[in-house]
């Protein structure tokens, strides 16, 4: 199954904001129940585990509502690990707050409307930087900028939390528009499978992005779930 780049709606311009409302509230349903919270947990307990730290200042890059940091803090939190989580996204409608439809279930974080291919923080400024559904929205190219971008960023590492690209992911996909609910999220659901990586394609856009001493851990999670951990040294 080859890789097949094409736009998604809710990054149009022309996306409504009651579309936005509701794909959004899709996607928090999506990684709440098939793997994406999980996903950014085990990131951050494997960067517990081998550091020794404790505590950590998190930047999500295309945040959205931001769900899956805050769930994923939550998560950590039963194991003692405090994450301090800044919201970054392209988009003011996207993020909580400005979004009227889901603003009051998602505690205040602090939140920057920027580029993610250019953030506006200086070096070192987080201990982590995290996405979650973000990687497959960039070709080799933008990615392995923002693969640097972030490491210049962070502290500690950079998480990428995405999908992996297979026929079956497609066809769960498809038969899922009954619990989808939002016409706008099923299609770019159905986009996200066909353009999104498999594990091999992240190591090589990152073998060409990094020098070759930059370790890089790559796992297979829930239901064609990536997690990618690229380390600062």
């Known amino acids: 199954m080859q890789r097949v780049d094409a736009q998604e ?3 149009s311009d022309g996306c409504s904001a009651r579309d936005v409302q509701g794909a959004l509230a899709v996607l928090g349903r999506v990684n709440r129940w098939f793997g994406g919270i999980a996903t950014t947990r085990k990131m951050v307990e494997r960067v517990a585990e081998v550091t020794g730290a404790k505590s950590f200042s998190l930047l999500e890059v295309a945040a959205g509502l931001g769900e899956v940091p805050e769930k994923a803090s939550a998560e950590v939190a039963r194991r003692g690990i405090t994450l301090d989580v800044t919201l970054l996204d392209r988009a ?45 929205h960039l070709n080799a190219q933008p990615l392995a900028q923002f693969v640097r971008e972030g490491l210049r960023v962070s502290r500690r590492a950079l998480l990428i939390n995405d999908l992996i690209r297979h026929p079956l992911h497609l066809a769960l996909v498809y038969a899922s528009f009954p619990i989808m609910r939002s016409r706008v999220a099923w299609l770019d659901g159905l986009t996200s499978v066909r353009r999104a990586y498999v594990p091999g394609e992240v190591r090589s856009v990152l073998a060409s992005a990094l020098p070759p001493q930059i370790p890089v851990e790559i796992s297979c999670n829930y239901l064609f779930r990536m997690g990618v951990i690229v380390w600062k040294q």
């Open 9 to 11: 709606i809710l990054d």
């Open 92 to 136: 003011p409608s996207h993020l909580p707050g400005r979004n009227r439809g889901h603003g009051n279930r998602i505690p205040r974080r602090p939140a920057v409307v920027a580029d993610a291919l250019s953030l506006p923080f200086h070096d070192g400024a987080f201990d982590l930087v995290s996405c979650s559904l973000f990687a497959h």
